[in-house]
């Protein structure tokens, strides 16, 4: 699995915080600059972690998540 399921709180903070920055990048490049730079799967596997840790930590969640 992508994540681990016992990260603590601090780590879990991080992660969401880079995982966010990284899809919203992606975001742009796909839909402003028309230029994915990684694959849909790739782009999947990092919302999928995501959501998990957002439901593992829902304290966590950005309210534009």
Same mark, same amino acid.
């Given at each position: 699995?992508?994540?681990?399921?016992?990260?603590?709180?601090?780590?879990?903070?991080?992660?969401?915080?880079?995982?966010?920055?990284?899809?919203?990048?992606?975001?742009?490049?796909?839909? !402003?600059?028309?230029?994915?730079? !990684?694959?849909?799967? !790739?782009?999947?596997?990092?919302?999928?972690?995501?959501?998990?840790?957002?439901?593992?930590?829902?304290?966590?969640?950005? !309210?534009?998540?």
């Amino acid at each position: 699995m992508w994540y681990n399921c016992y990260m603590d709180k601090n780590k879990a903070k991080n992660r969401i915080a880079k995982l966010s920055a990284e899809i919203n990048k992606l975001r742009y490049e796909y839909h !402003v600059l028309d230029k994915p730079d !990684v694959t849909d799967s !790739v782009y999947d596997s990092l919302t999928a972690e995501l959501r998990a840790l957002e439901e593992q930590f829902p304290d966590l969640r950005a !309210v534009d998540s």
